[in-house]
Nanobody, 125 residues
């Protein structure tokens, strides 16, 4: 079991950058596949990115591919989301999530039993 806590809430200008962090506590963090999701008002929770146990494989939603980068540091029990070229439509609550499942590639919310509480990101125009 793992507990997650996001940080990096902020208000940023369109075109700017922001780095979100997710601190994990619990056993065997390096054995968890990690993901980032976001949820805008009135919208379903949306997949953004996922990263393999060792960090050697990543997969991104098309809308953020080339702008966002997911990474992890297993020695520090941390996962990150570097967000560049931010747009107003990126405004949402951002969540990190963890799973031990290998049944899917990690794009569905139902694949992740462990979630952080979320952090607000607002991009102004």
């Amino acid at each position: 079991q793992v507990q997650l806590a996001e940080s990096g809430v902020g208000l940023v200008q369109a075109g700017g950058s922001l780095r979100l962090s997710c601190a994990a506590s619990g056993r065997a963090f390096s054995r968890y596949r990690m993901g980032w999701f976001r949820q805008a008002p009135g919208k379903e929770r949306e997949f953004l990115a996922t990263i393999s146990w060792g960090g050697g494989w990543t997969y991104y939603e098309d809308s953020v591919k080339g702008r966002f980068t997911i990474s992890r540091d297993n020695a520090k029990n941390m996962v990150y989301l570097q967000m560049n070229s931010l747009r107003p439509e990126d405004t949402a609550v951002y969540y990190c999530a963890a799973t031990t499942s290998t049944a899917g590639i990690g794009v569905r919310t139902t694949e992740y039993p462990y979630w952080g509480q979320g952090t607000q990101v607002t991009v102004s125009s």
